[in-house]
């Protein structure tokens, strides 16, 4: 039965595609992230579209504290919360030689402290009820990182690993909590547009690239379907395996098309925005500029449905395609 969820990173991108699925399926929905205006149109849209109850708390989810108070707001102004997903991150697009010290804390803060203090929070309230369910949101870049997303890569295995320590607990303890992770994909979202860019180019995900509906939809999948992971999409498939099975090709490979694969030949305006330390203002929404090029379906529900037929077919797939690799780059 629907309930009251929280979504981080609710103003844009994946986390606004959520609010509305959520709201679509009847939830009460809390909408979390620091830009209050943005908050307050993604409010107003799912109460007058949906009839549900919605509340927009701005909150930078790399203070403890003030996603301690929010969730406190939730639950005096909505109720007990049922479901609590992690969807804020912040990054920069540069090489590691080009980072600041500033650069690299603040977006591991927003990015895998922000899922921390989430998960904290939640636990805290679900442990006194013995129910509820935590989604955090990973990427296949946590198990195969690429070139000028270090703070990203490193920020999403984090979560990884405090995840997988938390759910032993929660196992240990004999809860009634499910914690699950959903790993995306490239998705089409404003981040492309507004993280931190030290390249001179403009941004891009790296075909195919997926419409924030298709990660959505994977979301409230897990947070109604008891799975540990779920991997949205084929190329999340491949990039986790193939790693797996050759890691250090992928290395190669990466450092030769892992730069030309994420910038576009457009230069970098002088004032484009960056809200790695403060939110852009503006009407973002769950779409980036890429609508031309993303797809708005998925295998991400096949794949959790039918896995023994799909493991067997990826498997033969990713042998065939690592075995090209290999003779293209003699290793």
Known sequence: MPGIVVITGAGAGVGRAAVEEFARHGYDVALLSRDQDRLDRAAAEIRSRYGVRALPISTDVAD?????????????TLGPIDIWVNVAMATVFSPVSKLTADEVERGTRVTYLGQVHGMMTALSRMRTRNRGTIVNVGSALAYRSVPLQAVYCGAKAAIRGFTDSLRSEIIHDKLDIHLTVVNLPAVNTPQFDWALNKMGKRAQPVAPIFQPEVPARAILFAATHKRREIWVGFPTVKAILANRIAPALIDRYLASAGYTG??????????????????????????????????????????????????AAAAVGLAAGVHLLAKRYKV
């Not at 973002?284 to 037929?309: I, L, N, V």
């Open 64 to 76: 403890a504290e003030a996603v301690e108070a929010a969730a406190s707001q939730v639950e005096e």
């Open 262 to 311: 994420q910038l576009t030949d457009q230069p970098l305006p002088e004032d484009a925005p960056a809200n790695l330390f403060k939110p852009v203002a503006g009407d973002y929404s769950a779409h980036g500029r890429f609508d031309g090029q993303s797809k708005s379906g998925s295998w991400e529900m096949f794949t959790d449905r039918h896995r023994d037929a799909f493991w």
